[in-house]
């Protein structure tokens, strides 16, 4: 009877073992994860037919094998490193490449663990592997992809950045997203130093940015506003100098078409409307010559009205009496009064001279020896004065007074100190002017060669802001004279279709370059 139990229940042991076994082998081979086990040298003793179809083997032809044998040469350091923890007794989960039989790649997910035996010793390591070969390859994709907009953005920064104009990409809150290396170039910033920053507040000048147009650009982020597709304002650079610039606008839209940035285009006009101002204030020089002329010749044809009455007037009372008296003080003033119509007719380039042919070398000799008897003992006379010279077609009574005019100034410019005053007389070809500031300036050469009279002096030299007006008549910035010889220098030189350079820098000196048209 206890042989029957005892058979008995050794009979529902094995049962059990059987199906715990059996349902042990059913998930292994149905599990859809490979399943790997290796001996304390790393040889196969074990894979599910999951693992083997994986790589494309059948189970018996794996059984055996290091599994090494699967392993790509490139991936064997990394390989020893997980062995190596393995034999630690230490568990990981890592990714895995691993060499088909057809040699493709199969990537999978490892999750790995040792096996010891009874005293704790490494026999070897089982594994469970899940086949991530399409995310892998969707990573691949989404790489190349993203290395194929990398090379389109590069591209595209490039192009940005050869533009020889500026260009900026805000967002809706008006902060920089991206700026062209032309844009950080001509406002004088690092990238770091305006990116992310607010446009409105950090470039344009204050406090209109943030007042007036910051509250505009956002309203058209609103939706409140339609933009302006052309504009122009000034933008402030790293330096501190406010440039002009128009640009050109266009939309960023989000993908329900709703306006969250702008890109811009813009090109620096600064020197285009420093042109235009200066072309307005010339033409409206041009204006008032006309007229100051117009009301010189009147005056001076009314003085001569006076003074012909005052002669006729003359003749006809005794000499010596009172009113012969107050009739010479009344010509004297009457003349000087024709003088000063005259000179300025003269600045005015109004002249009714006959202009000969004559050698501009004579002429600076002659005007050079009017002044000879009072030249100061502490200026060196020098020149440069090679025969027979230029020859112009001018008056020749002007052309001296034009150069003793800047004779004289060269003189007053060294003052009591010790100087040098230089003298020149030479050709001049048109398509290297002269450096420094033309007078008038529209002055344009017509000819391919012209006469230069040079006068240079080491004197005190003429401030910048002094420059524009150094031809205004009545401004001096001496002590002596009227200011009155410079502009009727440059009439002169006008009245011959001339002009007059002149580039000086405070305790430099100064060089005034008259050119004159040659004749040939």
Known sequence: MDERLSENKQGQKSKKKWESEELYRRIVETTIEGIWVIDGQYRTTFVN?????????????????DIASFVFSED????????????????????????????????????????????????????MLSDISDRKQAELSIKRAFGELKA???????????????????NSSGHVIMINRYGLEMLGYAEHEIVGRNWFKKILPQPEGKEQVLPVFQAIMRGELEQSAYHENEV???????????????????????????????????????????????????????MAGAIAHHFNNQLQVIMGNIEM????????????????????????????STTMLTYLGHSFSEHQGCYLRELCLEAIGSIQSVLPGN????????????????????????????????????????????????????EGLPPGERFPGDWQPQDVQYACLTVRDNGCGIASADIERLFDPFFTSKMTGRGLGLPEALGIARAHDGGIWVDSEPGRGSTFRVLLPLLL
């Not at 037919?49 to 790589?55: F, K, S, T, V």
């Not at 010279?389 to 100034?409: F, R, T, W, Y």
């Not at 410019?413 to 020149?424: M, P, V």
């Open 76 to 127: 064997m350091p990394s390989h020893r490193a997980q062995m190596s923890i393995r034999r630690q007794g230490q568990e990981s989960v890592y990714e895995r490449r691993f060499r088909c039989r057809n040699g493709s790649e199969l990537w999978t997910l490892v999750k790995a663990q040792a096996l010891k035996d009874n005293e704790g010793g490494f026999i070897g390591s089982f594994a």
């Open 236 to 290: 402030l650079t790293a330096s501190g100098l406010r440039r002009q610039i128009a640009w050109r606008n266009t939309y960023l839209v989000d993908e329900w078409g709703k306006p969250n940035g702008t890109l811009s285009s813009g090109m620096d006009i600064t020197a285009h409307k420093e042109a235009e101002k200066k072309y307005r204030r010339l033409q409206k020089a041009e204006s008032l010559r006309r």
């Open 313 to 340: 007037a003359t003749q006809e009372i005794p000499l010596g009496s009172m009113a012969a008296r107050a009739l010479a003080e009344a010509m004297d003033s009457a003349a000087k009064a024709v003088n000063l």
């Open 152 to 170: 389109e953005r590069d591209m595209m920064q490039r192009y940005l950045d050869t533009a020889d104009t500026l260009i900026v990409a805000l």
């Open 49 to 65: 037919g999951r693992m083997a179809e994986m790589l494309g083997f059948t189970t018996e032809e794996m059984l055996g094998k």
């Open 379 to 430: 200026v060196e006379l020098q020149t440069d004065l090679p025969a027979p010279g230029p020859k112009v077609k001018a008056d020749a009574e002007q052309i001296k007074h034009l150069a003793g005019k800047l004779i004289q100034n060269s003189i007053e410019a060294i003052g009591d100190k010790s100087g040098t005053l230089q003298i020149a007389a030479n050709t001049w070809v048109a």
